[in-house]
């Protein structure tokens, strides 16, 4: 079936950088676009980026992200990416990768927990 | 970007009673080309990530109980739940995606009375 694994959060200090990954399996990865989806603890879910399928040529963020977070993907691969530089406090979260079904709908991953702490 | 607004933020509701959920945009989420609505349908459990219960404002993912209908068109949608089981104690959450940025409603907690 379908499933989407993240991996890479962690530790990080104000300041730094971090990539997150996600593993995709049970269909074809570069037909979707792919969103990376955050929710700080206790609080609610926000979109931060999607990029669109087969080349990824067409990506979009948030305001919150914009100019230090970038999405790629590597179809050969199944895998999506987000790179994460000059990470705030207000970045701590977990961080989920979804798919976008045809219909619109999002299928999710489990999440990865990012905590920007000194 | 399109402001999602849900209401109420919480609510209580007895078993077997009907659970109603607002989700209003501030721009039409219709598009013109299929006459369907850009608007999903989320619920979440603690500690689980969100699951797909509706997109395109009505269709119901595979899986879901019946009892759970979405509605709407246009800026204003619902999620009715016609009958309240324990199972469906979570945050809802309706989300868009109509052009560009997507974007989430705050969420909507629904609890045993």
């Known amino acids: 079936q379908e499933q989407l694994v993240e991996s890479g959060g962690g530790l990080v200090k104000p300041g730094g950088s971090l990539r997150l990954s996600c593993a995709a399996s049970g269909f074809t990865f570069s037909d979707y676009y792919m969103s990376w989806i955050r929710q700080a603890p206790g609080k609610g879910l926000e979109w931060i980026s999607y990029i669109s399928s087969t080349s990824g040529t067409y990506t979009k963020y948030a305001e919150s992200v914009k100019g230090r977070f970038t999405i790629s993907r590597d179809n050969a691969k199944n895998s999506l990416y987000l790179q994460m530089n000059s990470l705030r406090g207000d970045d701590t979260a977990v961080y989920y990768c979804?798919?976008?079904?045809?219909?619109?709908?999002?299928?999710w991953g489990q999440g990865t927990m990012v905590t920007v702490s000194s | 970007d399109i402001v999602m607004t849900q209401s109420p933020e919480s609510l209580a509701v007895s078993l077997g009673e009907r659970a109603t959920i607002n989700c209003k945009s501030s721009?039409?989420?219709?598009?013109?080309?299929?006459?369907?609505?850009?608007l999903g349908w989320y619920q979440q459990k603690p500690g689980q990530p969100p699951k797909l219960l509706f997109y395109?404002?009505?269709t119901r993912e595979s899986g879901v109980p019946d009892r759970f209908s979405g509605s709407g068109s246009g800026t204003d949608f619902t999620l009715t739940i016609s009958s309240l089981q324990t199972e469906d104690v979570a945050v809802y959450y309706c989300h868009q995606y109509y052009r560009g940025s997507r974007t989430f409603g705050q969420g909507t907690k629904v609890e045993i009375k």
């Open positions: 721009q039409s989420l219709l598009y013109s080309s299929n006459n369907k609505n850009a």
């Open positions: 979804a798919k976008e079904g045809s219909g619109g709908g999002y299928i």
């Open positions: 395109w404002a009505s």
